[in-house]
């Protein structure tokens, strides 16, 4: 089910649904990968990916939450 990053809680894995906002210089975004949410920060959601690069998405980013490992 899509819904927006923002709503979901701290630690959530989530698989991007759309190709986010990001601030400029971020690394490059894979549609493929797991993220994991750090926290909200402003109107972009800190985020890691599976080998702990930081991502900073826009808030209102379409993701499709994870099952929990």
Known sequence: MNQQLYKLDRGSRFKLTSMPQVPPDSLEVE???VYRLVKLDGMYCWCKDGDNNDYY???????EQMEEL
């Open 31 to 33: 549609t493929d990968e």
């Open 57 to 63: 998405f826009a808030a209102w980013t379409k993701v």
